[in-house]
């Protein structure tokens, strides 16, 4: 049941919206403190009621519990993990600190913005993958474990390799419609663009390295993802003393983006060994179409964008007409790339509209 608890994230965010429009005037930047305060406190009673539909809670202390021993011993890796992502990111914000004036703030207006969309897209795969992996892991099933897999990986490549080619081209636009207002001006656009395209290309292997980490959890095992972050985080730290001289901020996030490419191709490795009947072979030939698909996307893209932009049909100078602009582009490029896999007989794509189709019935 995926709806129900996704509602918890709304309740919290019209909480904090609505605070901070009712008080803003009164209690300035506090008001999204008490906003977020007020939204998480809600949010968690709204958890506490839809979890007793399903089961209710029996308030018992016993730290000699075996299954409590257990599940303590598999989570202290998975918050070592978690710890090195975010040791990574101190990191990052450290060595741009020596850096001109802005590259944190650029950095960090990228990473929130690339941030958001794994949010909204690959946090929404892996959550929903991980009850086949789990069910699967349950009854021993290798071969579902393995079919399951190949179409997260599948659907993650459908979707993220043309929003990276997308958003990279669109870079400008996209960060001229969130944040160009007030002090962020146009030298801010054209130095946070480049390094959002870039963290927009580690979003794909973020999503691969989550996918495999989780069938890694559905079979009790959190060390070697454990290992596999922490190892990121010590080669991050290496590429980003070795480039940061060379390329300034990007290099940061050219870093990151290698770092992450290198440890997800790692531990897709080590989840093959795993399960013997995961295979890679069938990706390449999708991989393959999808990538002909996304280029073919930016090639009409960059042509109707420099037809406009010619013609002058267009300012770019308003947040209207830049909203515009790329809504006219980002619509052309989901119908051009459905229709070259459509035409390029792409299973997958069939196998999306015919689920679509399905739940409308």
């Not at 993958?129 to 579902?144: C, G, I, L, N, T």
């Not at 962020?184 to 794909?204: E, K, Q, R």
Request: hydrophobic fraction near 55%; charge should be positive.
């Amino acid at each position: 049941s995926f709806l129900l608890p996704s509602i918890g994230s709304l309740v919290l965010n019209l909480i904090f919206v609505s605070v901070i429009i009712l008080t803003a005037e009164i209690y300035g930047i506090n008001a999204a403190v008490i906003g977020t305060v007020l939204g998480s406190i809600i949010s968690f009673l709204y958890s506490i009621l839809i979890r007793r539909k399903y089961f209710k809670y029996s308030f018992i202390c016993n730290p000699r519990d075996p299954s409590l021993i257990s599940s303590m011993k598999k989570t202290i890796p998975i918050f070592v993990g978690i710890g090195a992502a975010e040791v990574n990111k101190l990191v990052d914000t450290l060595v741009a600190s020596f850096l001109n004036t802005g590259a944190i703030s650029m950095l960090s207006y990228a990473s929130k913005l690339s941030s958001a969309v794994s949010t909204l897209l690959v946090n929404s795969i892996t959550t929903v993958v991980y009850q086949e992996f789990a069910e699967s892991a349950a009854k021993k099933d290798d071969k579902r474990m393995a079919a399951s897999l190949l179409f997260s990986i599948k659907m993650i490549l459908f979707v993220m390799i043309p929003i990276m080619a997308g958003g990279a081209l669109l870079s400008k636009e996209i960060i001229t419609i969130v944040y160009r207002r007030g002090a962020f001006d146009s030298y801010a656009v054209d130095g946070t663009a480049p390094i959002f395209s870039m963290y927009l290309l580690c979003l794909l292997f973020i999503a691969l390295r989550q996918v495999a980490s989780r069938v890694f959890y559905a079979y009790g095992d959190t060390i070697v993802p454990m290992k596999n972050s922490l190892f990121g985080i010590a080669l991050n730290i290496i590429l980003d003393f070795s480039v940061v001289k060379f390329l300034g901020a990007i290099g940061l996030a050219l870093a990151t983006t290698f770092a992450n490419a290198l440890i997800s191709i790692l531990i897709l490795i080590e989840l093959k060994k795993k399960n013997n009947y995961i295979s890679y072979n069938e990706i390449l030939p999708l991989f393959a179409r999808i990538s002909l698909a996304s280029f073919l996307m930016v090639g009409s893209i960059y042509c109707i964008r420099i037809f406009i932009l010619d013609n002058q049909m267009v300012s770019l100078n308003g947040f209207i007409e830049t909203m515009l602009f790329t809504s006219i582009n980002v619509v052309l490029g989901v119908v051009v790339y459905c229709i070259t896999l459509f035409l390029l007989k792409t299973e997958e794509l069939s196998m999306i509209i015919g689920t679509i189709l399905r739940r409308k019935k």
